[in-house]
């Protein structure tokens, strides 16, 4: 499998980015052609996730600390040429939702 992680700072404090993570989540859960059958689920300050994103099974989780979140996702060896985009668009979303 191939490996994205990354961490993207913040300076929310660990509750607020926390709501802002849900916040996005569900909108991507919601109505992106992207990420099918998302779900996620939370358990203190991480988030398990697991998707299909381009017919990718995904598996990963979201840690949330004070000062940043940290993102692990697992992609099926298929998917490998895809993990520089991957990593930018999650990327952008986090930072977008956090910034």
């Avoid at 607020?16 to 992106?32: D, K, M, T, Y």
């Avoid at 017919?55 to 040429?81: I, N, Q």
Wanted: glycine share 8%; proline share 2%.
């Amino acid at each position: 499998m191939a490996q994205v992680t990354l961490d993207v700072g913040h300076n929310l404090g660990c509750d607020r980015a926390i709501e802002r993570l849900e916040r996005l989540l569900a909108a991507e859960h919601g109505g992106n052609d992207l990420i099918e059958d998302a779900a996620f689920v939370r358990r203190a300050g991480r988030f398990d996730l697991r998707a299909k994103v381009k017919g990718f099974d995904v598996v990963g989780e979201m840690r949330v600390k004070d000062d940043k979140v940290t993102v692990s996702v697992r992609l099926p060896w298929a998917a490998s040429p895809f993990r520089k985009v991957a990593e930018r668009h999650i990327r952008q979303l986090l930072e977008s939702s956090l910034g």
